[in-house]
């Protein structure tokens, strides 16, 4: 029997899953996905600041040349049309539909069909470095599938040579990781098949670099953007421990075991598939998964403003190891199997992260009620409880704040201000470290971690604020600070207005007494 898309309505069927991939973000209204509400919020400043005389008291936003731009330029261009929010979605959108064609393109171009394995891997669109939110790096790594399958299509010739320097262009520009992504599938390619045509090391590392010398053409706006950008600095370097980690929780999202399990079958079925004299292995791929997991194990935890850096390549190694295995003379009965197997275990992840997403969201609306007592041009101070790292929760609303700079036009403390990775400048120097983002965060006590809420609040300057609103702990936990009163409280958030006291007649007097609970 034909394999899963070899039949007449293959093309409706590789259609349907690409589909398919989409719904778990189709009908979302706020993502709730952690650094995509931070996006927001910039997203909010570089399309309506000039507009906003009271943000741009704090704000500043200059376009600048940087590989960090893919949603940002898209937002900026559909704005007009869509709304920010509405552009916002259809940046997350293009995700699944861009990472989900280029899985069964590349499978297609490399083994003829689509092969129940790229079913497989398409779950792994919704890794953690999406779920995450980091949005600019997924598009560009989807582009660079997309690109890396018209490379192999071309072939090589002038053509290729020519086309590609403005795709590597433009995938940098959306994201440097999706340029070095590139770089990796391409590498691979040329070093497969150059060496099994000549068999000499030296001629295959050059007519490499012959081949891949077009996409080179990023290292001069990269090295003029390293120039002017200031550095975030680079840490994390070979934590083993903490790599397995990632590698071994890279479909995490909100059921521990579950997650695992579902991260462990694939790599089972990688290690099955490298010994099993039923499935055969592309050279090209399988050269570029063991690259991408050899930079995975040497990149550190941290490079210019990215955090989380080696957790974002890991489970692009698992997907391109998947990519590169074929079955080739297994009976039509195992083949169908295999395929059903790959079909239910997709469904599987895509309708638990539907749940998952529709459920944050709806708990998300429900922090947001807090936003009825914040003023539009408050001066907001969040502070947002992580778990313990010993915990599998993910701090998803760790930007909650920046929804409120969205909906209310208020000062938020959670954006990004760093040239390395963005071109928005936050000025609030009253505010000191607590202007920008990961001073918002604290830990709680159980996990004898730094900051506590405690430590957070002593140190924070809450007259450069108007509001202080603190999400995670329940009220009655919250440590007393004098100049906070209590105006609104939920289960696990409380908003607390700062006491600005007037001078009268000599006397200081609060103005704020009357809301004291």
């Not at 490499?208 to 010398?213: Q, Y």
């Not at 409880?385 to 760790?398: N, V």
Request: with cysteine.
């Amino acid at each position: 029997m034909p394999t899963l898309l070899r039949k007449r309505g293959g093309l409706l069927v590789a259609v349907l899953l690409v589909l398919a991939t989409m719904l778990p973000v189709a009908f979302l209204k706020t993502p709730p996905m952690i650094d995509v509400l931070g996006h927001m919020g910039r997203y909010e400043l570089q399309t309506g600041l000039d507009r906003q005389p009271f943000l741009q008291t704090f704000y500043a936003f200059h376009w600048q040349l940087l590989g960090n731009l893919g949603a940002d330029l898209l937002v900026q261009a559909l704005q007009p049309l869509l709304g920010m929010v509405g552009a916002t979605r259809v940046a997350i959108l293009l995700v699944p539909l861009l990472a989900g064609s280029g899985i069964l393109l590349l499978s297609r171009q490399v083994h003829g069909r689509v092969t129940p394995f790229a079913v497989f891997a398409l779950a792994l669109i919704y890794a953690l470095p999406f779920t995450w939110g980091f949005l600019n790096f997924s598009l560009a790594m989807a582009c660079a599938l997309l690109a890396f399958t018209l490379w192999l299509r071309l072939g090589g010739g002038a053509m290729r040579t020519t086309l590609f320097i403005p795709l590597s262009l433009a995938v940098w520009l959306c994201h440097t990781f999706g340029w070095a992504f590139l770089g990796i599938l391409c590498t691979a390619e040329s070093l497969a098949r150059r060496h099994e045509e000549t068999r000499s090391i030296p001629s295959t590392l050059i007519e490499t670099l012959r081949d891949c010398a077009p996409l080179l053409a990023p290292l001069v706006p990269m090295l003029m953007w390293r120039s002017t950008a200031a550095s975030a600095g680079i840490d994390g370097w070979f934590d083993i421990k903490e790599k397995a980690t990632w590698l071994i929780s890279t479909l995490r999202l909100r059921w521990e075991w579950t997650d695992l399990l579902s991260a462990g079958l694939l790599i089972t079925i990688v290690c099955a598939g490298l010994y099993s004299r039923r499935i055969t292995i592309d050279r090209a791929l399988a050269l570029a998964a063991a690259i991408a997991f050899a930079t995975f194990l040497l990149l550190p935890r941290q490079i210019f403003g990215s955090v989380f850096a080696d957790m974002r390549l890991a489970p692009y190694a698992l997907m391109l190891a998947l990519l590169a295995l074929r079955e080739n003379d297994a009976s039509d009965r195992g083949r169908r199997l295999l395929s059903l197997c790959a079909v239910a275990f997709l469904a599987f992840r895509l309708t638990l992260t539907t749940h998952v997403y529709q459920e944050r969201e709806r708990e998300l609306e429900d922090h947001l009620a807090a936003l009825q007592v914040i003023p539009e041009a408050a001066r907001l101070a969040t502070l947002i409880e992580l778990p313990c790292h010993s915990e599998w929760a993910l701090p998803w609303y760790s930007h909650i704040g920046s929804v409120a700079l969205v909906r209310k036009h208020v000062f938020a403390n959670d954006q990004w201000a760093n040239s390395s990775m963005n071109p928005l400048q936050v000025r609030f120097a009253e505010a000191g470290r607590f202007a920008t983002d990961d001073r918002q965060l604290f830990y709680p006590v159980r996990c004898g971690m730094t900051p506590t809420l405690e430590q957070s609040l002593r140190a924070m300057p809450i007259r450069a604020f108007t509001h202080v609103w603190i999400v995670g702990p329940a009220p009655a936990a919250i440590p007393r600070r004098d100049g906070l009163a209590r105006i609104w409280q939920s289960a696990d958030a409380t908003v607390f207005a700062v006491d600005r006291p007037l001078i009268v007649d000599g006397q200081r007097i609060s103005k704020l007494s009357k809301l004291q609970p």
